[in-house]
RNA sequence: UCCACCGUAGCUCAAUUGGCAGAGCAGCCGGCUGUUAACCGGCUGGUUCCUGGUUCGAGUCCAGGCGGUGGAGCCA
């Protein structure tokens, strides 16, 4: 009995009778010579099958195989330059070749597909290796996060999904029903990351959000995975320490273990092996003045090379924005210190200059965008209390908040990393939605 | 919600001024012992998104609708 084994144990059994089961992505058809493509989950490699080698019942299944069958192939493991696949480099020479099931005329085609088409058939799409390549690199990436924080400190405490009332704005809630009451699912787990800080010292949550938002944008889902970090007795200036390292560990981790897959994505890895602490730190203040700069000498901005639009002390950034400001740099950077009105109700308000506060985003180069938002959390309840009201948000839902803040308040800080526009930036993509097995855009909840 | 663009075979796309709806790929049949999305020959394949209008005649022009894509705002 010749032992199964997967497509990317072949190089470990050069010589040796074995069996791949998997499915046939491609075939070209020879005549007496076949190639078949199969890909078994692990990775794509090429079986040849020579008519002499066969018996006829065998080869003729061979010859008729139709793409996205499932089979079962006996042959001999052989080294060979010229075999195409991932990693490639080894083909089985066929002996024996059953199908398990016949596949019926499949939809999707080693070609240029359209992007409804290809969301529509989303459950058909995940096998094709572009998209097998990124599934694995998110992986790579969610286990690099839970691994660096595990080893450094922080406890997971998972927050939940159903809650009782917005955590950040109204508009952008799912709605449902909670036994005849309104719940929503949520949008961070902050909050409660805060309560668990004061238990735990150090967590993380890790899951799901849903942002209710009318965005139809690459670097937006409706569902999306966050980790949040939160840390008791954290300044800002502690914090930014923190992410730069955790960022770093995640892209070098990738580098490391995830080559074969970054290649088959054609990503250009030479950005990304710079990314090591420390990344630059630009203020608010600073990166408008850069702004306003280069707006008034006519700057364009990739991709569509408009003019860089000025913008107002007090306004965030657009789009072109973020990707001027992150064009400076070759890592990602920093940018501190938001006005304190743009932002959300629980950053620490700067104590010299009320009107900032103590905050900090993440952006991405290359164009991707925001990666993380995060900030010093207020530690007074008098002014955590006047920023509700500040924000026109009821007391009554934060009642436990606010509490947090009676029974031993420290200084404390967290932020929230988003997945998908970390997995994008990794792979060089275009849109997120490549980055999750089934996305939730906007108008779209099938497959 | 707003702005721009798009909707023709299973897929990717053509169709001149409003004048017989076409090609490549996929599928099926045949040929080929080193293909890399093979190649060569043949066959099959249509509610031109929907509704209405203009016209001798509409894939093409007009109106409304539906669906999609890209972007804005908002955000990770």
């Given at each position: 009995m010749?032992?199964?084994?997967?497509?990317?144990?072949?190089?470990?059994h050069?010589?040796?009778?074995?069996?791949?089961?998997?499915?046939v992505?491609l075939?070209?058809?020879k005549?007496r010579?076949q190639?078949?493509?199969l890909?078994?989950?692990?990775?794509?490699?090429?079986?040849?099958v020579f008519?002499?080698?066969l018996?006829?019942?065998?080869?003729?299944?061979?010859r008729?195989?139709?793409q996205?069958s499932s089979v079962?192939?006996?042959?001999?493991?052989?080294?060979?330059?010229?075999?195409?696949?991932?990693p490639g480099g080894?083909e089985?020479?066929?002996r024996?070749?059953?199908?398990v099931q016949?596949a019926e005329?499949?939809?999707?085609?080693p070609k240029?597909?359209?992007?409804?088409?290809?969301?529509?058939?989303r459950?058909l799409w995940?096998?094709t290796?572009?998209?097998?390549?990124?599934?694995?690199?998110?992986?790579?990436?969610i286990?690099?996060?839970s691994d660096?924080l595990?080893d450094?400190?922080f406890?997971?405490v998972?927050t939940?999904?159903l809650?009782?009332?917005?955590?950040?704005?109204t508009?952008t809630l799912?709605?449902?029903?909670?036994?005849?009451?309104?719940?929503?699912l949520a949008?961070?787990?902050?909050l409660?990351?805060e309560?668990?800080i004061?238990?735990?010292?150090k967590?993380?949550?890790?899951?799901p959000?849903?942002r209710?938002e009318?965005s139809k944008?690459?670097?937006?889902?409706?569902?999306?995975?966050?980790?949040e970090?939160?840390i008791a007795?954290?300044?800002?200036?502690?914090?930014?320490e923190i992410?730069?390292?955790?960022v770093?560990y995640?892209?070098q981790?990738v580098?490391?273990?995830r080559a074969?897959?970054l290649?088959?994505?054609?990503?250009?890895?030479s950005s990304l092996?710079?990314?090591?602490?420390?990344?630059?730190?630009?203020?608010?203040?600073?990166?408008?003045?850069m702004?306003n700069?280069?707006?008034?000498q006519?700057?364009?901005?990739?991709?569509?090379?408009?003019p860089?639009p000025?913008i107002?002390?007090?306004d965030?950034?657009?789009?072109?924005h973020?990707?001027y400001?992150?064009?400076?740099?070759e890592?990602?950077v920093?940018v501190?210190?938001?006005p304190?009105?743009?932002?959300?109700?629980y950053?620490?308000?700067?104590?010299?200059r009320?009107e900032v506060?103590r905050?900090?985003?993440l952006?991405?180069?290359?164009?991707?965008?925001?990666?993380?938002?995060?900030s010093e959390?207020?530690s007074d309840?008098?002014?955590l209390?006047?920023?509700?009201?500040r924000?026109n948000?009821?007391l009554?839902?934060?009642?436990w908040?606010?509490?947090?803040r009676?029974?031993?308040s420290?200084?404390?800080?967290?932020?929230?990393?988003g997945?998908?526009?970390t997995?994008?930036w990794?792979?060089?993509?275009h849109?997120v939605r490549?980055?999750?097995?089934?996305?939730?855009v906007?108008?779209?909840?099938?497959p």
């Amino acid at each position: 009995m010749a032992k199964w084994i997967t497509i990317e144990q072949m190089s470990h059994h050069v010589g040796e009778e074995v069996e791949l089961r998997g499915w046939v992505y491609l075939r070209t058809d020879k005549g007496r010579l076949q190639f078949i493509r199969l890909r078994d989950g692990t990775g794509f490699a090429q079986v040849v099958v020579f008519k002499k080698n066969l018996d006829p019942e065998a080869f003729n299944a061979a010859r008729h195989v139709t793409q996205e069958s499932s089979v079962i192939v006996r042959g001999i493991v052989r080294q060979d330059e010229r075999a195409p696949g991932i990693p490639g480099g080894y083909e089985l020479d066929a002996r024996d070749f059953q199908i398990v099931q016949l596949a019926e005329e499949y939809p999707i085609q080693p070609k240029e597909h359209g992007v409804d088409f290809l969301l529509d058939h989303r459950h058909l799409w995940l096998r094709t290796p572009r998209q097998w390549a990124i599934m694995r690199v998110r992986a790579e990436v969610i286990r690099a996060i839970s691994d660096w924080l595990d080893d450094h400190g922080f406890l997971r405490v998972d927050t939940p999904i159903l809650t009782p009332s917005a955590a950040e704005g109204t508009t952008t809630l799912f709605e449902t029903n909670y036994h005849d009451r309104p719940a929503y699912l949520a949008q961070t787990g902050q909050l409660y990351n805060e309560a668990n800080i004061f238990a735990f010292g150090k967590v993380y949550c890790f899951g799901p959000t849903f942002r209710a938002e009318k965005s139809k944008t690459r670097r937006h889902l409706q569902e999306f995975w966050m980790v949040e970090p939160e840390i008791a007795w954290c300044t800002l200036e502690d914090l930014l320490e923190i992410e730069e390292q955790f960022v770093s560990y995640i892209v070098q981790r990738v580098l490391e273990r995830r080559a074969n897959e970054l290649r088959v994505l054609e990503r250009d890895t030479s950005s990304l092996e710079k990314v090591e602490p420390p990344f630059p730190r630009i203020s608010y203040d600073e990166a408008v003045e850069m702004i306003n700069r280069a707006a008034a000498q006519g700057v364009r901005v990739p991709p569509k090379d408009e003019p860089l639009p000025p913008i107002e002390w007090g306004d965030d950034f657009g789009a072109p924005h973020e990707t001027y400001i992150a064009a400076q740099f070759e890592k990602p950077v920093f940018v501190h210190h938001f006005p304190t009105e743009a932002k959300a109700f629980y950053m620490e308000p700067e104590p010299d200059r009320p009107e900032v506060c103590r905050s900090a985003d993440l952006l991405a180069p290359e164009g991707y965008g925001e990666i993380i938002g995060g900030s010093e959390r207020i530690s007074d309840p008098e002014k955590l209390v006047e920023a509700l009201k500040r924000h026109n948000l009821p007391l009554e839902p934060y009642k436990w908040y606010i509490d947090l803040r009676r029974y031993g308040s420290v200084p404390h800080s967290g932020f929230g990393l988003g997945v998908e526009r970390t997995v994008a930036w990794i792979c060089g993509l275009h849109h997120v939605r490549e980055t999750i097995a089934f996305p939730r855009v906007l108008g779209r909840l099938y497959p």
